[in-house]
């Protein structure tokens, strides 16, 4: 999809913001259309009664995407402090409610880290509830689980990878598990 470029456009860059604007007088009044990163399809595209309040609202949909880019860099560039030996969980599922447990096995670097499967024990409410608690057992892996390098999402957080959500950091606290047949 390309780009709508208006005719006799004046283009405003904004880099930090990752925005490209094009101001440019329309039928309805002074306009803008802008574009983020590199989408076709516009992010904003407004007519206005006078420059002066294009520009404002311009001005101010740029600080806030300014800012919001400035929260990406910084959480991308954020470590996610665990070391090894770490236990870290994700709680993932339809219907029921699963959890998984994973050892910390190497962190190669404050953005990453490595991490293996380990085995869980579940006691349940009362028999037939179907619900109950698990907690992991530490340095008892998963047989056929094999290891994997998941990146860090923040502080404690890794990326769990496409089924699993978020890895967080286990606490020791048993966690809520539910079942069916």
Partial sequence: MSRYIPANAETRDFPAAVVVAY???????????????????????????SPDRRDRHLSNYIDQQTEFE??????????????????????????QTNVDFFEVLRVPTDLSAVVRQIESETIEDKPGSMTGKTTAKPGQFVAVAKSE????????????????????KWDGTPRRVTWYA
């Fill in 23 to 49: 101001c440019f007088e329309s039928k309805n009044g002074p306009a803008y259309v802008a574009y983020k990163g590199r989408q076709g399809k516009p992010a904003r595209f407004f007519a206005f009664a």
């Fill in 70 to 95: 400035a929260l990406k860099r910084t959480r991308r560039q954020t470590g996610h402090g665990l070391k090894v030996g770490d236990i870290v969980f994700s709680t993932w599922g339809y219907e």
């Fill in 149 to 168: 390098t998941r990146r860090a999402c923040g502080v404690h957080v890794l990326n769990g990878g496409k089924m699993r959500g978020q890895l967080q």
